[in-house]
C-alpha cells in the first residue's frame, strides 16, 4: 500500500491550493480517506475525511474553505484548500483506514497507512 502526497507549494493568503493524494495498493473508494498537518513542535492535526460512501467531515478551523473529493478512476483523493491563511502553513499528510465502528478518524491513530506529506506554506 502507498499513498503518495503532492501539490504543496507557496502561495499567499487568500490563494487557493489542491493537494492531491494517490492511492496504490488500496481502492480509495472503499476507505477512509483523511488529511491531517503537522506543524513543526506540534501534534498531527485533523483536517478532514471522506467516508467511503462520499461524505465528509471537516475540522472548524478550515470548515467552509476546505473541501475533499475522489476521483475513482485515478484512484486520488484531493484536498482543495480555498481563502488559504498563514495558519494553514503546514505540512499535509493524506491517510487511509479501513472501517471499523470504534474508530475515531478524527485521530491519526484510526489510520493504517500514511503519504509522506507535502509541505504548505501561505504567506501573509
Known amino acids: 500500500v502507498q499513498l503518495q502526497a503532492f501539490g504543496g507549494g507557496l502561495v499567499q493568503a487568500g490563494d487557493s491550493l489542491t493537494l492531491s493524494c494517490a492511492a496504490s495498493?488500496?481502492?480509495?473508494?472503499?476507505?477512509?480517506m483523511g488529511w491531517f498537518r503537522q506543524t513543526p513542535g506540534k501534534e498531527r492535526e485533523f483536517v478532514g475525511f471522506?467516508?467511503?460512501?462520499?461524505?465528509?467531515y471537516y475540522a472548524d478551523s478550515v470548515k467552509g474553505r476546505f473541501a475533499i473529493s475522489r476521483d475513482n478512476a485515478k484512484n486520488t483523493v484531493y484536498l482543495q484548500m480555498n481563502s488559504l491563511r498563514p495558519e494553514d502553513t503546514a505540512v499535509y499528510y493524506c491517510a487511509a483506514a479501513s472501517y471499523y465502528s470504534s474508530r475515531d478518524y478524527i485521530r491519526p491513530a484510526a489510520y493504517d497507512n500514511w503519504g509522506q506529506g507535502t509541505h504548505v506554506t501561505v504567506s501573509s
Open positions: 471522506r467516508w467511503a460512501g462520499g461524505s465528509t
Open positions: 495498493g488500496l481502492t480509495s473508494s472503499s476507505y477512509v
